[in-house]
């Protein structure tokens, strides 16, 4: 079935510093690609998505481009910042899964000042 | 703008008690989901409606049943809950049924039972 790995955390990193969240996937056929972000006491919310290979998909900075080749789709940031703070889910929606959104565990990013 | 919006945010339960989560989406979506979080493992799907009138199991269906009762609202009932169905419930839903429209989820319902 599908399955989605993505680095443990926490990430805790300085303002201003340079964001790297891997995520690799094994899935059927070809899945779109999605970061979702939740805030602290919130539900998840879309961040960006990639729906065929080397896609890019941006959205507040980050970016995270979709390589089939490596079957992976790392989420980066140039400058976080501490209202980038947050719990980061890297998922995927394939036909093998029925159209059903598969999740990693999820990544803690703490960004101090 | 509501979006998907879930009652109650917050409830504590007795083991045995019985409860219904609601959903309801204002985004005239098909599609509407109810997942889990527990620490460390991510959100899990309990139950799925792929359109109106149909629902399935997801990943972990025991212990719950859920109620598609028109376009807009997704109910998901514990009927005996158990201390494992401690968690936190979030509802989404989706514009289709494909690979490329996004979930939009609700702001959760965090259960504790005793």
């Known amino acids: 079935g599908d399955s989605v790995t993505q680095m443990e955390g926490p990430v805790t990193l300085s303002e201003e510093a340079f964001l790297t969240i891997n995520c690799t996937y094994t899935?059927?056929?070809?899945?779109?690609l999605f970061w979702y972000v939740q805030y602290p006491g919130e539900g998840l919310q879309l961040l960006l998505k990639?729906?065929?290979?080397?896609d890019k998909g941006s959205n507040k900075g980050f970016e995270a481009t979709y390589r089939k080749e490596t079957t992976s789709f790392h989420l980066e940031k140039g400058s976080v910042q501490v209202s980038d703070s947050a719990v980061y889910f890297c998922a995927l929606i394939s036909g093998g899964s029925n159209y059903k959104l598969t999740f990693g565990k999820g990544t803690l990013l703490t960004v101090n000042p | 703008n509501a979006g998907v919006t879930q009652t109650p945010k917050f409830q504590v339960l007795k083991t045995g008690q019985s409860m219904t989560l609601q959903c309801a989406q204002d985004m005239n979506h098909n599609s509407m989901y109810w997942y889990r979080q527990d620490p460390g493992m991510g959100l899990r799907l309990i139950y799925y409606?792929?359109?109106?009138?149909?629902?399935d199991k997801g990943e972990v269906p025991n212990g719950y049943n859920v109620s598609r009762l028109n376009k807009r609202e997704f109910s998901l009932r514990l009927e005996s809950a158990a201390p494992s169905q401690t968690s936190v419930y979030f509802c989404?839903?989706?514009?289709?049924?494909?690979?490329?429209?996004?979930?939009?989820f609700g702001d959760g319902t965090r259960l504790s039972i005793l």
């Open positions: 989404a839903s989706s514009d289709a049924w494909t690979g490329e429209q996004p979930q939009h």
């Open positions: 409606s792929a359109s109106e009138g149909t629902t």
């Open positions: 899935a059927t056929g070809y899945p779109s």
């Open positions: 990639a729906t065929k290979a080397d």
